[in-house]
Every structure is written in structure tokens, then in C-alpha cells.
């Protein structure tokens, strides 16, 4: 058995309910794939979703990585198994390829307990990086150059890459080609790659991992109706405690130049109320705006994917016409996978 279902689309459809629900139904476990929900300590601010007072996660001693300051292991909610929260504390670098390798060993695992995987998240870069590969996954961020870079104007950043390989700099997009990210992330691979000692190598082309089949469910709701349902997330998460979660964070030694806080949507915006520079009213209404683009460039990055199923979360029995489609979509074998 090596199918995989993957439920994903922007932030506040649900995906995770969903996801409960399915695995219920079809023996399945869950598989994170949010790139912030890795970190430990920021559960309120990532939406694990956790209970109030959830159990002391179970670490199966089987998943084992040959990488320091990572932990696999899972929670269980509402029965259900979720894989790959609290892999990492706030001050690590995680990046895609940790990502690849932790969830790789997970669904392994899964499967070997003739399971269903299902994978869930908005982080749309990882879920294509695990299913798909990604050709430049084996070269690591170089934080050194990275810091060299990151204060350079757009234009040079541009220049740069052009001098040492225009060629890549011709392929990217007009999206990319404005984004310092990426730019600086073309210049870290072009460097590396024209390296004589380098050896670049694909893990996941070269790794025994292997998906026979996948299932590709997405969740999505007009604009203006996930603009309220983030809106009123946010207002709940204030009142759950986020920025008591926030000073705890703080207390604990983290703060805003790490990687997680400093990047990450509904914490980077608290920055100025903690210094005193804004009002908790006026963070609540950046956290807000800032989370709607973020659904927006979500929406951008998996309408790309045709694999896609969608399904609009305010069509009527949507819920069951995805249940139909997952007996029928995983090679007719559903039944391979109930109780």
C-alpha cells in the first residue's frame, strides 16, 4: 500500500476537520504539511487546533532522523493521529528539505501499518516538494550569503544573479523576479551549483520513497466568506491567550530575529505592541489584513496544480460528495482501508 491523500487549499476552510473526519472513516492518519506548525511553542498563533490540555505526545522510537534538534512524533484528536507538529524549537532554520525527510519517514511508517496517509496543510511549496520533488531540494540555505544579501535593493539582487547566471534569472517569473526571497534563493543555487565541488543531488528521485497514487482534494469559499472566517479565527485566537503564548515565547529567549516569530503570520505583526508602538486594536487589524493576502497568494499557488479536486465549503453536502470521491479516487481500493 502506497497511496496518499492530500487535503489542502488556503487557510480557514477547514481543511483539518475534514481531515479528522476522512481518517475516521478510512483508517487514515494525519500528516501536517504547514510550515509553521512545525515549531514547538507556537500553538495558539499556528492553529494546531490542539485540546486544552492534550495528552504528552507519544514519540514513536521507530522514526529516528540522523539530524540533530528534530522530534517526530504525534498527538492524538478525536482518536486520530496527527504527525509533524512540535518537530522543532522556534530558533531553528527549518527548511523544505528537513520537511521532506521528516514527513517521508512518517508516511513510510503509516504505510508499514497499512494505514492511509493523509497530508494537510496550506504550505503548498511542501507538499510539492514531497510528492513531486524538487530539483534543487539538496542545496542547503547559505545563512552567511543569505545575510550578505538580504539588505540589497531589488535591482541589484537582479544584476547579481543576471552576471552569474542569466539564464536562471531569464526563467524566472515577473512574480519571482520582484521577490527578494526568490532572488536570493536563485543566487544561493546558481552559486552552488557552479561550484566544482558540489554534488548536487535530488534525495527524493534518489530515495526508496515511492507514492503509487495520489488523491488531490482542495477546500476553497469566495474571498469575502473566508475574509469573516479568518476574522473571526483571529479575534478567537486573542481570546484563547495568543499573547500570553507570545510572552511565554519571549520569556523562553526567542524573539523576532528567529527564523519562526520574525516570519511567521500573527506573530511577526505583535512585534510593535510588545515595543510599545502600536495598539493591541491596530495588531489585531494587521494580523487580519496580513493573514487575507496570505490566503490570496495561497489560492494563487494551488489553482497552478490541475491535479486538484475542488470543493466549496459553502456548497451543500460537500462534505459527502468528498467522501464519494475518496472511495472511488484511490484506485477503487477504499475498502483496503476501513476498519
Not at 495598539?279 to 490566503?295: F, G, L, N, V
Request: charged share 30%; with cysteine; glycine share 6%.
Amino acid at each position: 500500500m502506497s497511496d496518499l491523500l492530500v487535503i489542502c487549499g488556503p487557510t480557514a476552510t477547514g481543511k483539518t476537520a475534514l481531515a479528522i473526519n476522512l481518517a475516521k472513516k478510512f483508517n487514515g492518519e494525519i500528516v501536517s504539511a504547514d510550515s509553521r506548525q512545525v515549531y514547538k511553542g507556537m500553538d495558539i498563533g499556528t492553529g494546531k487546533d490542539l485540546p486544552v490540555n492534550p495528552k504528552s505526545k507519544i514519540q514513536n522510537p521507530k522514526l529516528k532522523l540522523k539530524i540533530k534538534n528534530l522530534t517526530i512524533g504525534f498527538y492524538e484528536v478525536g482518536g486520530v493521529k496527527i504527525w509533524l507538529y512540535d518537530v522543532v524549537e522556534p530558533d531553528y532554520r527549518f527548511n523544505v528539505a528537513d520537511y521532506v525527510k521528516c514527513a517521508e519517514l512518517v508516511i513510510q511508517n503509516i504505510w508499514q501499518r497499512k494505514k492511509l496517509p493523509i497530508l494537510v496543510g496550506g504550505t503548498g511549496f511542501y507538499i510539492k516538494a514531497l510528492i513531486d520533488g524538487i530539483e534543487t531540494l539538496g542545496v542547503p540555505p547559505d545563512w552567511e550569503l543569505r545575510e550578505k544579501l538580504r539588505n540589497l535593493e531589488i535591482e541589484k539582487l537582479k544584476e547579481y544573479l543576471k552576471k552569474i547566471a542569466p539564464a536562471r534569472l531569464e526563467r524566472m517569473n515577473e512574480g519571482d523576479r520582484n521577490n527578494p526571497r526568490r532572488l536570493i534563493r536563485a543566487i544561493e543555487i546558481a552559486k552552488k551549483i557552479q561550484n566544482p565541488k558540489s554534488k548536487i543531488q535530488n534525495k527524493i528521485q534518489n530515495s526508496k520513497f515511492k507514492i503509487q497514487n495520489v488523491l488531490f482534494i482542495g477546500l476553497k469559499a469566495p474571498y469575502g466568506i473566508l475574509y469573516e472566517k479568518i476574522d473571526r479565527r483571529v479575534e478567537e485566537r486573542v481570546k484563547q491567550g495568543f499573547i500570553k503564548e507570545i510572552q511565554s515565547l519571549l520569556k523562553k529567549g526567542y524573539n523576532w530575529e528567529n527564523s519562526a516569530m520574525g516570519a511567521t503570520i500573527g506573530y511577526k505583526e505583535w512585534q510593535p505592541f510588545f515595543e510599545r508602538k502600536a495598539s493591541k486594536e491596530e495588531i489585531i487589524q494587521r494580523w487580519k489584513y496580513a493573514e487575507h493576502a496570505y490566503t490570496r497568494r495561497q489560492m494563487t499557488w494551488f489553482r497552478k496544480d490541475k491535479r486538484i479536486c475542488w470543493f466549496d465549503i459553502t456548497s451543500k453536502n460537500w462534505q459527502n460528495k468528498i467522501e464519494s470521491l475518496v472511495e472511488k479516487g484511490l484506485h477503487g481500493r477504499a475498502e483496503s482501508f476501513e476498519n
